[in-house]
């Protein structure tokens, strides 16, 4: 059999069996998943059930749940819902700001318009993390802009009450977890409108003018007609925020208290203190509340809008 043939052969069996075809496709990246996140993921539960010699600072290879239960102590305890409530929060004030924006952009922005409103969304996105984030510690600081802007506006009571509150206050916005929910809100709202905006933009406005011609008032047509269309985009984007702060602890280390965070924790468990199986143990909490979520927003509909 001739090379020519060989590939003759070959193409009209992949043409005849379009699956097989497929399957071949998804064979390196499934390979890839497979061993590097699924065997990452064994790894991390298989450190979870071990245990750390204290004296010695070495893994103790032994099968055991003592890290599980070590979970359960106030302080971890503590740090995990200081971290999901945080994720709730940021989730809940991104889909509050992203529906507007996202509206506005569907229903009543066109040609260069909507090309400045995209161009203002995703901008952000086009600079740093860390740059992103520095600048808003520059901003969020005592002597900062932000203050200094309401100082000149005698304002200045509002930032200080704020900062009194025994919960979301501090020393400063730069340091307090109000200023930690202000640039985690900042980074992650354009992964909330970009999803609401594809959900948005499926509504017929057909639908719209229909409620309208039936005498809704249009606050009653946003929440009543257009709104639990939104749910599968609203899902979708909150995917994204939640998971993101959920598992973020560069943020709380720069802007922010003492306060921990899960993933500051893992950090410093894993580096600082050598706790390999306690990290790992942790680790698997906001893997768990994410699996959770996901499940949550797949009722939703949210993968249809991603």
């Not at 000149?152 to 509150?165: K, N, T, Y």
């Not at 602890?249 to 720069?254: M, W």
């Not at 500051?264 to 680790?283: D, E, F, K, M, W």
């Amino acid at each position: 059999m001739t090379a020519a043939s060989l590939r003759l052969g070959i193409s009209d069996t992949l043409y005849r069996r379009r699956g097989l075809l497929v399957l071949l496709l998804l064979v390196p990246p499934m390979l890839w998943v497979g061993a590097v996140y699924v065997g990452s993921l064994m790894a991390l539960l298989a450190n979870s059930l071990f245990r750390l010699d204290h004296f010695t600072g070495q893994v103790v290879r032994e099968v055991g749940f003592g890290n599980f239960v070590a979970l359960l102590e106030g302080a971890n305890l503590d740090v995990m819902l200081r971290t999901v409530t945080m994720a709730l929060l940021v989730t809940v004030a991104c889909i509050a700001l992203a529906l507007p924006v996202a509206w506005t952009m569907a229903r009543y922005a066109s040609g260069p318009k909507k090309a400045l409103l995209y161009l203002a969304v995703m901008l952000p996105l086009w600079s740093s993390y860390l740059v992103r984030l520095y600048a808003w510690k520059l901003l969020l600081a005592k002597e900062g802009a932000i203050n200094w802007v309401l100082a000149q506006l005698h304002l200045g009571w509002v930032i200080d009450g704020l900062l009194a509150l025994p919960v979301v206050g501090g020393h400063s916005l730069s340091f307090s977890p109000l200023g930690t929910f202000l640039v985690f809100v900042y980074l992650w709202l354009p992964f909330m409108i970009l999803p609401v905006l594809a959900a948005l933009e499926r509504v017929p406005a057909s639908l719209v003018e229909a409620s309208g011609d039936l005498g809704a008032h249009p606050a009653t047509t946003f929440w009543r007609v257009v709104f639990p269309l939104a749910v599968p985009g609203i899902a979708a984007g909150s995917i994204f925020t939640f998971s993101l702060t959920l598992g973020d602890y560069i943020v709380p280390g720069v802007i922010g208290d003492s306060s921990m965070f899960i993933g500051q924790v893992v950090s410093l468990q894993q580096g600082t203190a050598g706790n390999v199986p306690l990290a790992a143990a942790l680790s698997l909490v906001p893997i768990a509340v994410i699996a959770l979520f996901l499940w949550g927003a797949k009722r939703l509909g949210a993968f249809d809008a991603l």
